[in-house]
């Protein structure tokens, strides 16, 4: 699995090359704008081809879009999880059982590998040190012990792809390493090249 993550800002340009990278094979793609309103976030989805919402999840912010456009799913970044409490099973599965995926981030392996709530795959950052966060160090987290879904984030490229695969992780998403590349499409190509020459 390779998975995407929006920019925080949106570019003349990345509509279109969204479009051209779901052509190119991603079939997840994090949508996460923290600083957009919903309207902005509904602007943002009724540029893209409807045909490519079963690849898309959104983020903390608007879950309710999911009740406008059939997207694949939400993701609960670490601090929305953490501030559900005893919901968050109930919260989980509200969505669940209406088939949509969900998914969740960590900064601690050991947070993931305690968290009893089902997810369909985790984020755990940073492996590496982050391409789009200079003061993001990466930590290397070796995860083969943890009998999960973990796709590892941070510094994430076709480079480190391998390197992240051999720590157990089964899948990689990437920010950075795409969004900053001269040429995102080709740089994204090359991680599927790297991550299934390991996999």
Not at 29 to 57: I, T
Not at 94 to 103: A, C, L, M, N, P
Not at 119 to 141: C, E, N, Q
């Amino acid at each position: 699995m390779i998975l995407l993550i929006s920019p925080e800002q949106t570019s003349n340009t990345e509509i279109k090359t969204l479009h051209q990278l779901f052509e190119a094979g991603l079939e997840h793609f994090h949508f996460r704008k923290p600083n957009a309103s919903l309207d902005q976030h509904r602007a943002y989805l009724d540029q893209v081809d409807p045909q490519y919402y079963q690849y898309m999840m959104t983020h903390n912010f608007h879950h309710e879009l999911t009740a406008e456009f059939p997207l694949k799913g939400i993701h609960l970044e670490e601090r929305k999880w953490r501030v559900q409490g005893d919901q968050l099973e109930s919260y989980v599965t509200s969505f669940t059982d209406k088939e949509f995926v969900v998914s969740s981030s960590y900064h601690e392996p050991e947070d993931l590998a305690a968290q009893s709530v089902a997810f369909a795959y985790h984020l755990l950052s940073p492996v590496f040190s982050a391409i789009s966060k200079s003061d993001m160090k990466g930590r290397g987290f070796d995860v083969r012990d943890i009998p999960k879904f973990i796709a590892g984030m941070g510094g994430i490229n076709a480079q480190t792809t391998p390197e992240a695969v051999k720590l157990g992780f089964k899948g990689v998403g990437a920010l950075g390493g795409v969004w900053n590349a001269p040429d995102p499409v080709q740089a994204f190509k090359e991680m599927q090249s790297a991550f299934l020459s390991v996999e």
